[in-house]
C-alpha cells in the first residue's frame, strides 16, 4: 500500500523538485538501508584515524636487520629518518613536525583515493549523503555535480594516478630489498611475505583504476589493429571489475603492513625467519 502524495517543498532540487512526484517521506524503504553507509564512514574513518597517527609518530617504521619499512614513511627522503631508512638518499633536511615524514607522496596518495571513481560513491553516500542510498533522498537543497570547488578537482584523478604508479614502483622496491638477512645476503622471513603481498595488492588496486582502463584502450576505434594494446585493456578491464573489493582490501593490508613493521621494529614480536 503507498503513501498518499503529499505537497513537494517550494524549494529544492532531485527528488524534491516540482517535476518529481511529491512525496513528502524521506524514503519508502522499510529495510536497513542505513547499513552501508554507516560501514563506510566507519571503516574510512577508522584508517583515517589509525594512518594519521602513525604518520606523524616517528617511531617504530622501520627494521635494520632486515630491511622492513612501512609503505606509511616510504618513501623517506629526509636527514630525520632513521639510518638504513632512507633508500633514495637524502632530498631534504630537518622536517617540521607538522609534516609526516612521508610527506612527499602521501598527499597524491591521498587524492588519489579520494578522486577515484569507487571512493567517489562511498564518501558521496557516507559523508556527504548524496544520496546516502537508492530511494532514500538526499538532505541537500541543490547539486552542483564535480563543476566548482572542491569537488572539480575529482577531475584531476589520471594525474593522480601516474604518481600512485611512481608509488607502486617504490613500494616494490621496498619489498624487494627487505629479502636481508641479519647477517647479511639474502634472507625470508614472515615480513617479506607481508611487504610482498602489500605491494602486490597495491599494484592490483592501482591498474585496476578506471583511468588506467581509459589510458589502456582509450579512444582506439580499431582493437585488431593495436593487438597488444587491445590485451593489456582487456586484463585491466578483469581487474576494473574488482576495483571496490581492492580499494577495501589494499586499506586493510596498509594497515596490517604497518603495523607488522611497527610490532618487529619496536622489538614488542620476533620476525619469524625461514632463511637467514
Known sequence: MSAA?????????????????ALGARTLRTDRWWVPPLATVVGLAAFVVYATIRSYVRTAYWVSDYHYLTPFYSPCVSTDCVPGASHFGHWFGHIPA?????FLVLPFLLLFRLTCYYYRKAYYRSVWFSPPACAVAEPHAKYTGETKL????QNAHRYFFYVAVLVALINTYDAIIAFHGKSGGFGFGLGNLVLAGN??????YTLSCHSCRHIAGGRLKNFSAHPVRYWFWTQVSKLNTRHMTLAWTTLGTLVLTDFYVMLVASGTISDPRFIN
Open 150 to 153: 572542491p569537488l572539480i578537482i
Open 5 to 21: 502524495p503529499t505537497v513537494a517543498p517550494k524549494t529544492g532540487t532531485g527528488v524534491f523538485s516540482k517535476t518529481r512526484a
Open 199 to 204: 605491494a602486490l595488492l597495491l599494484w592490483a
Open 98 to 102: 607538522i609534516l609526516p615524514l612521508g
